[in-house]
């Protein structure tokens, strides 16, 4: 049975709400901050005519002294949570290894990700595209590169949980924030057979609807085949606080990732990491904050024309939550170990041995909170 495809759409995490911004049945990048104007909206940018901006980005304050010395890094407790810079500190920093990230595009002119993209490809084309390529017109899918491989000790904003990935930018949700199934499963199949490790999908579909199998068969199939390519899906869990995670990460063979806060706690919003397989984890997403650069959400790279990016703010640079950002950090652990040889399934128990339960897995944390630290030794 062929499954019909859906809308996708953003779908955006703020304190005491969550807002849905498409019509629905949708899958959502699941990040953001709420409301409409200048922090939130649709995250995009006027597609009236096709005008090509250019844009200044800021350093984000003086280059740290030690390693690394993005000068944000101090910023970012989640790489502290998940324990990336004592795996750093022994070379473990995922070379040889891409990320894609299928998602709104990535930007590509970022000072803080231009080094490390390799080449990738814009299956939403086409559709109120401006300019052409996985030239990202939204800023989700920016944020959530930055997370996973943001160009780190280059003594500019943020670090990356795996500084030295690659990031293969798959564009399939607009400038709006919207795409279809369709685009989606194209997307996962497009980053396998071009070698991607790690295919990271900050998007998701309902609950309800999402554990309905007929209607993600497509996604489904998609999955699989990225698993025989040897290429492992590390998906968010949703922003409904449903007990299940969302379709794609309910699906057989993917990650499913909820998010914690600063404090390692489970944050409001999100879904609980319960998929098919039970393989399920938590990561840093943030409280999800009504203000702008609040440093208790996640700081990452953010194109600036985008409409998450605070007028006044550090430029190029912001923060957002949601289970969006709790993927990446995953995705860029999964990195690590796979520049350390390991295959797909081994990625897999590796996660599940050394995330902080420890083997044992729960409903509420799944196997835990990732340990890039432990993972990798």
Same mark, same amino acid.
């Given at each position: ?7 996708? &759409? !953003? ?6 709400? !969550?807002?849905?911004?498409?019509? &629905?049945?949708?899958?959502? $990048? ?72 299928? =998602? %709104? ?35 989700? #899918? ?17 670090? #990356? %949980? ?9 564009? !399939?949700?607009? $400038?709006?924030? @919207? ?17 991607? =490790? !790690? ?5 998701? *579909? ?10 993600n068969e497509g996604i489904s ?13 590390? $998906?968010?869990?949703?922003? *409904? ?5 969302? &379709?794609?990460?309910? *699906? ?5 990732v909820g998010a914690t806060d @600063? ?25 999800? @904050? ?6 208790? =959400? ?7 024309? &985008? =409409?998450?990016?605070?007028?006044? #703010?550090?430029? #190029?640079? *912001? ?18 170990l796979a520049g350390q040889g ?12 050394? @995330? ?22």
């Open positions: 049975m062929k499954s019909r495809a859906r809308v996708l &759409s !953003v779908l955006v995490a703020v304190a005491g709400l !969550v807002l849905m911004l498409a019509a &629905s049945p949708a899958l959502a $990048a699941k990040g953001g901050k709420g409301g409409q104007g200048a922090k939130g909206g649709q995250g995009g940018s006027s597609l009236q005519s096709c005008t090509v901006q250019s844009y200044a980005y800021d350093s984000g304050g003086q280059p740290g002294a030690g390693f690394p010395n993005d000068p944000l890094f101090a910023r970012q407790w989640g790489l502290q949570q998940i324990h990336a810079p004592q795996a750093w500190a022994r070379g473990v920093l995922g070379a040889g290894t891409t990320i894609a990230v299928v =998602d %709104t595009g990535v930007d590509l002119s970022h000072p803080d990700l231009q080094a490390n993209l390799v080449a990738g490809t814009d299956i939403a084309a086409g559709k109120t595209d401006c300019p052409p390529g996985p030239q990202d017109e939204n800023g989700h #899918g920016t944020h959530v590169a930055g997370i996973a491989a943001a160009v780190t000790n280059n003594g500019i904003g943020v670090a #990356g %949980t795996a500084p030295d990935a690659r990031i293969m930018p798959v564009r !399939v949700l607009d $400038a709006s924030g @919207s795409g279809s199934s369709d685009d989606v499963a194209a997307g996962i199949i497009y980053a396998a057979d071009h070698g991607a =490790d !790690v295919i990271n999908l900050s998007l998701g *579909e309902l609950p309800v609807v999402s554990q309905i199998a007929p209607l199939n998609a999955i699989e085949h990225a698993w025989a390519q040897g290429s492992l899906v590390v $998906a968010a869990a949703g922003n *409904e606080t449903f007990p299940l995670c969302d &379709s794609p990460a309910f *699906e057989h063979h993917a990650v499913c @600063s404090r390692g706690l489970p944050t409001f919003y999100s879904n609980f990491p319960n998929n098919q397989d039970l393989v399920g984890v938590r990561a840093p997403g943030g409280v999800g @904050s009504v203000f702008c650069e609040d440093d208790e =959400d996640v700081w990452s790279t953010m194109w600036p024309g &985008s =409409d998450f990016e605070c007028p006044g #703010g550090i430029a #190029g640079y *912001e923060t957002l939550a949601g289970t969006s950002m709790a993927t990446p950090y995953v995705s860029g652990v999964a990195a690590l390991l295959t797909n399934q081994q990625i897999v128990d590796r996660l599940e041995a050394t @995330s902080s339960n420890h083997g044992a897995y729960d409903p509420v944390y799944g196997y835990g909170i990732v340990d890039a630290d432990a993972a990798t030794q």
